[in-house]
Protein backbone atom coordinates (compact mmCIF):
# COMPACT_ATOMS: atom_id res chain seq x y z
CA UNK A 1 0.00 0.00 0.00
CA UNK A 2 2.42 3.29 -1.31
CA UNK A 3 1.83 6.18 0.81
CA UNK A 4 3.69 9.16 2.16
CA UNK A 5 5.33 8.99 5.13
CA UNK A 6 6.36 11.29 7.57
CA UNK A 7 8.37 12.15 10.83
CA UNK A 8 8.03 12.19 14.01
CA UNK A 9 4.04 12.16 14.04
CA UNK A 10 4.21 14.56 17.00
CA UNK A 11 6.78 17.42 18.08
CA UNK A 12 7.07 19.08 21.15
CA UNK A 13 10.10 21.58 21.01
CA UNK A 14 11.24 24.61 23.09
CA UNK A 15 10.91 28.21 21.29
CA UNK A 16 14.65 28.87 19.82
CA UNK A 17 15.11 25.57 18.85
CA UNK A 18 15.89 23.71 15.14
CA UNK A 19 13.05 21.71 14.02
CA UNK A 20 13.67 19.09 11.49
CA UNK A 21 10.56 17.38 9.64
CA UNK A 22 11.19 14.45 6.97
CA UNK A 23 9.07 13.15 4.28
CA UNK A 24 9.33 10.15 2.01
CA UNK A 25 7.15 10.55 -1.10
CA UNK A 26 5.49 7.54 -2.78
CA UNK A 27 7.88 5.96 -5.10
CA UNK A 28 8.15 7.49 -8.06
CA UNK A 29 6.09 10.41 -7.67
CA UNK A 30 8.35 13.44 -8.74
CA UNK A 31 6.37 16.07 -7.02
CA UNK A 32 6.72 17.01 -3.55
CA UNK A 33 4.73 19.66 -1.49
CA UNK A 34 4.89 20.88 2.00
CA UNK A 35 1.84 22.09 3.62
CA UNK A 36 0.89 23.90 7.20
CA UNK A 37 -2.54 23.58 8.84
CA UNK A 38 -3.61 25.93 11.52
CA UNK A 39 -7.08 26.51 12.81
CA UNK A 40 -6.76 30.12 11.49
CA UNK A 41 -5.15 30.17 8.51
CA UNK A 42 -6.36 26.41 7.40
CA UNK A 43 -3.90 24.65 4.41
CA UNK A 44 -1.29 26.85 3.34
CA UNK A 45 1.22 26.28 0.58
CA UNK A 46 4.71 26.39 2.13
CA UNK A 47 6.87 24.95 -1.28
CA UNK A 48 7.26 22.55 -3.49
CA UNK A 49 9.21 20.44 -5.54
CA UNK A 50 9.30 19.17 -9.11
CA UNK A 51 12.12 16.80 -9.93
CA UNK A 52 14.18 18.01 -6.65
CA UNK A 53 14.20 21.10 -7.98
CA UNK A 54 12.09 23.75 -5.55
CA UNK A 55 9.68 25.38 -7.79
CA UNK A 56 7.78 27.64 -5.39
CA UNK A 57 8.47 28.66 -1.71
CA UNK A 58 6.93 31.82 -1.74
CA UNK A 59 4.28 30.65 0.99
CA UNK A 60 7.51 29.76 3.26
CA UNK A 61 9.15 32.55 5.47
CA UNK A 62 12.57 32.49 4.37
CA UNK A 63 14.31 33.67 7.32
CA UNK A 64 13.49 30.42 9.58
CA UNK A 65 12.17 28.38 7.34
CA UNK A 66 14.23 26.14 4.41
CA UNK A 67 12.75 22.97 2.49
CA UNK A 68 15.31 20.84 0.52
CA UNK A 69 15.01 17.52 -0.69
CA UNK A 70 18.42 16.16 -0.80
CA UNK A 71 17.50 12.59 -2.67
CA UNK A 72 14.36 11.40 -4.81
CA UNK A 73 13.10 9.70 -1.46
CA UNK A 74 13.29 12.40 1.16
CA UNK A 75 12.44 15.87 1.67
CA UNK A 76 13.39 18.14 4.53
CA UNK A 77 11.28 21.02 6.32
CA UNK A 78 13.60 22.83 8.19
CA UNK A 79 12.73 25.45 11.00
CA UNK A 80 15.55 27.48 12.74
CA UNK A 81 14.58 29.06 15.34
CA UNK A 82 11.16 28.35 15.72
CA UNK A 83 8.65 30.22 17.48
CA UNK A 84 5.34 29.48 19.22
CA UNK A 85 3.43 30.85 16.25
CA UNK A 86 5.28 27.69 13.81
CA UNK A 87 2.89 25.87 16.44
CA UNK A 88 0.71 23.62 13.57
CA UNK A 89 0.63 20.61 11.69
CA UNK A 90 2.56 20.44 8.76
CA UNK A 91 1.83 17.77 6.27
CA UNK A 92 3.73 16.60 3.20
CA UNK A 93 2.22 15.04 0.15
CA UNK A 94 2.91 14.11 -3.15
CA UNK A 95 2.05 13.15 -7.33
CA UNK A 96 3.37 11.57 -9.98
CA UNK A 97 2.08 13.79 -13.02
CA UNK A 98 0.03 17.21 -13.55
CA UNK A 99 -3.14 15.28 -13.62
CA UNK A 100 -3.46 13.06 -11.15
CA UNK A 101 -4.22 13.95 -7.19
CA UNK A 102 -1.98 14.80 -4.17
CA UNK A 103 -1.47 12.24 -1.82
CA UNK A 104 -1.19 13.31 1.58
CA UNK A 105 1.53 11.93 4.73
CA UNK A 106 -0.13 12.26 8.09
CA UNK A 107 1.34 14.76 9.17
CA UNK A 108 3.79 16.17 11.83
CA UNK A 109 1.93 17.77 14.47
CA UNK A 110 4.42 20.49 16.19
CA UNK A 111 4.06 22.20 19.39
CA UNK A 112 6.23 25.32 20.22
CA UNK A 113 6.86 26.58 23.46
CA UNK B 1 -4.31 35.23 -8.26
CA UNK B 2 -5.31 31.32 -7.99
CA UNK B 3 -7.95 30.90 -5.20
CA UNK B 4 -10.20 28.95 -3.98
CA UNK B 5 -13.63 29.95 -2.12
CA UNK B 6 -15.82 27.53 0.18
CA UNK B 7 -18.60 29.92 1.49
CA UNK B 8 -19.39 27.39 4.65
CA UNK B 9 -17.26 26.93 7.51
CA UNK B 10 -19.43 24.84 9.73
CA UNK B 11 -22.28 22.68 8.37
CA UNK B 12 -24.32 21.23 10.35
CA UNK B 13 -27.10 18.41 9.92
CA UNK B 14 -29.05 15.44 10.64
CA UNK B 15 -28.51 11.62 9.48
CA UNK B 16 -30.55 11.13 6.32
CA UNK B 17 -30.26 15.04 5.60
CA UNK B 18 -28.83 15.79 1.85
CA UNK B 19 -25.82 17.72 1.62
CA UNK B 20 -24.48 20.39 -0.50
CA UNK B 21 -20.99 22.00 0.18
CA UNK B 22 -20.20 25.10 -2.28
CA UNK B 23 -16.78 25.75 -3.46
CA UNK B 24 -15.87 28.46 -6.43
CA UNK B 25 -12.38 29.06 -7.79
CA UNK B 26 -10.99 31.86 -9.89
CA UNK B 27 -8.15 30.43 -11.92
CA UNK B 28 -6.98 31.68 -15.27
CA UNK B 29 -6.77 28.78 -17.53
CA UNK B 30 -7.77 24.95 -17.80
CA UNK B 31 -8.51 23.43 -14.27
CA UNK B 32 -8.66 19.78 -12.12
CA UNK B 33 -10.95 20.21 -9.36
CA UNK B 34 -10.82 17.83 -6.46
CA UNK B 35 -12.62 17.61 -3.11
CA UNK B 36 -10.80 16.00 -0.55
CA UNK B 37 -12.04 14.66 3.38
CA UNK B 38 -10.12 14.85 6.37
CA UNK B 39 -11.57 13.22 9.20
CA UNK B 40 -10.48 14.17 12.96
CA UNK B 41 -7.09 13.77 13.45
CA UNK B 42 -6.06 12.13 10.48
CA UNK B 43 -4.64 13.49 7.23
CA UNK B 44 -6.92 14.13 3.79
CA UNK B 45 -7.74 11.87 1.68
CA UNK B 46 -9.33 12.27 -1.53
CA UNK B 47 -12.96 12.10 -2.62
CA UNK B 48 -13.58 12.81 -5.79
CA UNK B 49 -11.95 14.82 -8.99
CA UNK B 50 -12.69 15.87 -11.86
CA UNK B 51 -10.21 16.26 -14.74
CA UNK B 52 -12.26 16.73 -17.91
CA UNK B 53 -14.96 15.00 -19.48
CA UNK B 54 -18.86 14.76 -17.94
CA UNK B 55 -18.94 17.92 -15.18
CA UNK B 56 -20.97 15.49 -12.45
CA UNK B 57 -18.48 13.52 -11.08
CA UNK B 58 -18.91 10.12 -8.47
CA UNK B 59 -16.77 9.46 -5.73
CA UNK B 60 -16.01 7.22 -2.77
CA UNK B 61 -19.03 6.58 0.04
CA UNK B 62 -22.02 8.18 -2.11
CA UNK B 63 -20.49 11.42 -2.68
CA UNK B 64 -20.42 13.32 -6.01
CA UNK B 65 -19.68 16.67 -7.51
CA UNK B 66 -20.72 18.59 -10.51
CA UNK B 67 -18.34 21.29 -12.42
CA UNK B 68 -19.67 24.29 -13.37
CA UNK B 69 -17.46 25.71 -15.57
CA UNK B 70 -20.01 29.28 -16.43
CA UNK B 71 -19.86 29.59 -12.44
CA UNK B 72 -16.07 28.45 -11.90
CA UNK B 73 -17.78 25.93 -9.28
CA UNK B 74 -17.64 22.26 -8.16
CA UNK B 75 -19.94 21.75 -5.15
CA UNK B 76 -20.18 18.63 -3.48
CA UNK B 77 -23.05 16.48 -2.59
CA UNK B 78 -24.23 13.75 -0.90
CA UNK B 79 -28.09 12.94 -0.97
CA UNK B 80 -28.25 11.37 2.38
CA UNK B 81 -25.66 11.80 5.07
CA UNK B 82 -24.24 9.78 7.39
CA UNK B 83 -22.47 10.19 11.02
CA UNK B 84 -19.67 8.66 9.79
CA UNK B 85 -19.78 11.64 7.25
CA UNK B 86 -18.73 13.72 10.35
CA UNK B 87 -15.17 15.34 9.28
CA UNK B 88 -13.37 18.42 7.19
CA UNK B 89 -14.28 19.06 3.69
CA UNK B 90 -11.87 20.60 1.47
CA UNK B 91 -11.97 22.04 -2.14
CA UNK B 92 -8.72 22.05 -3.95
CA UNK B 93 -7.96 23.44 -7.71
CA UNK B 94 -4.62 22.80 -10.07
CA UNK B 95 -3.87 24.09 -13.21
CA UNK B 96 -4.43 20.86 -15.57
CA UNK B 97 -3.70 22.67 -18.81
CA UNK B 98 -1.01 25.18 -17.55
CA UNK B 99 1.70 23.22 -15.90
CA UNK B 100 1.17 24.69 -12.68
CA UNK B 101 1.62 22.01 -10.56
CA UNK B 102 0.68 23.80 -7.13
CA UNK B 103 -2.62 22.59 -5.30
CA UNK B 104 -4.60 25.15 -3.81
CA UNK B 105 -6.92 24.68 -1.17
CA UNK B 106 -10.07 26.39 0.36
CA UNK B 107 -10.40 26.75 4.20
CA UNK B 108 -12.64 24.29 4.68
CA UNK B 109 -16.21 23.11 5.52
CA UNK B 110 -16.49 21.35 8.66
CA UNK B 111 -19.49 19.29 8.85
CA UNK B 112 -20.96 17.39 11.99
CA UNK B 113 -23.80 15.05 11.40
CA UNK B 114 -25.81 14.22 14.27
CA UNK B 115 -27.46 10.64 15.01
Known amino acids: DARVTQTPRHKVTEMGQEVTMRCQPI?????VFWYRQTMMQGLELLAY????????DSGMPKDRFSAEMPDATLATLKIQPSEPRDSAVYFC???????????FGQGTRLTVV | AQSVSQHNHHVILSEAASLELGCNYS??????LFWYVQYPGQHLQLLLK??????LVKGIKGFEAEFIKSKFSFNLRKPSVQWSDTAEYFC?????????????FGTGTRLKVLA
Open chain 1, 49 to 56: FRNRAPLD
Open chain 1, 27 to 31: LGHNT
Open chain 1, 93 to 103: ASSDNLNTEAF
Open chain 2, 92 to 104: AVNGGGSGTYKYI
Open chain 2, 27 to 32: YGGTVN
Open chain 2, 50 to 55: YFSGDP
